[in-house]
Nanobody, 124 residues
Framework: QVQLVESGGGLVQPGESLRLPCVAS????????LAWYRQAPGQQRELVAN???????NYADSAKGRFTISRGSAKHTVVLQMNNLTPEDAAVYYC??????????????????WGQGTLVTVSS
């Protein structure tokens, strides 16, 4: 089994920053793509940013210029740095690991995992 644990959410004022780390654990051989999604109340979950194993990044238009996704120094970690936050950024942020290769007794198997979410509130 693969587990993703997010942290770093909280209450900030408009214009402030937050850093969201996510750590994947388990019998992981590799993770192709790590991503951050968010879901605001009454809205669908949407992609914020993702990063591939080759460190190619992709951002939602709302995140470009303000958010930065990167792989952490520890293996199988991803960090979302969010700057100049606005009330429209308030949501539950979820870490996602796509195309995970998991080591099992029968070789490598593909898996996918979501974190439990971390709440970001932006309010003055």
């Amino acid at each position: 089994q693969v587990q993703l644990v997010e942290s770093g959410g909280g209450l900030v004022q408009p214009g402030e920053s937050l850093r969201l780390p996510c750590v994947a654990s388990g019998n992981i051989f590799s993770i192709n793509t790590l991503a951050w999604y968010r879901q605001a109340p009454g809205q669908q979950r949407e992609l914020v940013a993702n990063i591939t194993v080759g460190n190619k990044t992709n951002y939602a238009d709302s995140a470009k210029g303000r958010f930065t996704i990167s792989r952490g120094s520890a293996k199988h970690t991803v960090v979302l740095q969010m700057n100049n936050l606005t009330p429209e950024d308030a949501a539950v942020y979820y870490c996602d690991a796509g195309t995970i290769l998991v080591m099992t007794g029968n070789g490598l198997k593909e898996a996918h995992a979501w974190g439990q979410g971390t709440l970001v509130t932006v309010s003055s």
